[in-house]
């Protein structure tokens, strides 16, 4: 198994690409530590799924944006476990509307949970990984981040924000043998792109070479491929998953 004898830390687990990113973990031999801010009830039910498949894992509760409670969460997390090998930032919320509608508090909270919290969880988390002079870091951006979108500046400049963070932060911590590589979905088939209009979903649709939609376990194979040591010599990349939407 490609994760057996790993810990894995996946923000924002409790549903949609981060449960599938934990179940395929936690498949491959990983202890999975689920995290979510909002769903308690999610994060159980994630947890609940791995240990019914035979996994190891636990759940830890914490909001990615606040410091204290980040510090405290990856502390418990390395007592409950005693390290942490990869890490995958996952965590995202929208606030979508267009410019001159978008409100300064919808445009930070955005900004303050997709890029903010990546940074708290990536600085916590890699600061004891170079203690162990190894680990992966795994951060979800989008398709967004690297096209834009209509609607969408708020999250399109903390998608576009991680990539720069994770192109930075590689270059840094490459000599203590810790790699850092972005992931960027396109139009994933999710709780949350199912909510769209039907219009919005076809506009979307006409736009994707292969005429369909990503399933979230197609995420969840590449931040395998990236969270395992078959990518050992990759970093600083941003890896496109998108159907041919962009490229």
Do not use: W
């Not at 890029?115 to 002079?133: A, D, E, P, S, W």
């Not at 496109?240 to 962009?246: E, K, P, Q, T, V």
Request: proline share 2%; with cysteine.
């Amino acid at each position: 198994m490609r994760l057996s004898g790993k810990v894995a830390l996946v923000t924002g687990s409790a549903r949609g690409i981060g449960r599938s990113i934990a179940e395929l973990f936690c498949a491959e031999g990983a202890t999975v530590v689920v995290n979510d801010v909002g769903s308690d009830a999610g994060a159980r039910e994630t947890l609940a799924t791995l240990e019914a498949a035979g996994g190891k894992g636990s759940v830890e509760m914490f909001d990615v944006s606040d410091a204290a409670q980040v510090d405290a969460g990856v502390k418990n997390i390395l007592e409950a476990h005693g390290r942490i090998d990869v890490l995958v930032n996952n965590a995202g919320i929208t606030r979508d509307n267009l410019l001159l509608r978008l409100s300064e508090e919808d445009f930070d909270a955005v900004l303050r949970v997709n890029l903010k919290g990546t940074f708290l969880l990536t600085k916590m988390v890699t600061r004891h990984m170079i203690k162990q002079r190894s680990g992966k870091v795994v951060n979800i951006s989008s398709v967004v981040g690297m096209m834009g979108n209509a609607g969408q500046s708020n999250y399109a400049a903390a998608k576009a924000g991680i990539i720069g963070f994770t192109k930075a932060t590689a270059r840094e911590l490459a000599s203590r043998n810790i790699t850092v590589n972005a992931i960027a979905p396109g139009f994933i088939r999710t709780a949350m792109t199912a909510a769209l209009p039907e219009a919005v979903q076809k506009a979307f649709l006409a736009q994707i070479p292969l005429g369909r939609f990503a399933e979230p376990r197609e995420v969840a194979e590449l931040a395998l491929f990236l969270a395992s040591d078959a990518s050992s010599y990759i970093t600083g990349q941003v890896v496109g998953i998108n159907g041919g939407m962009y490229t």
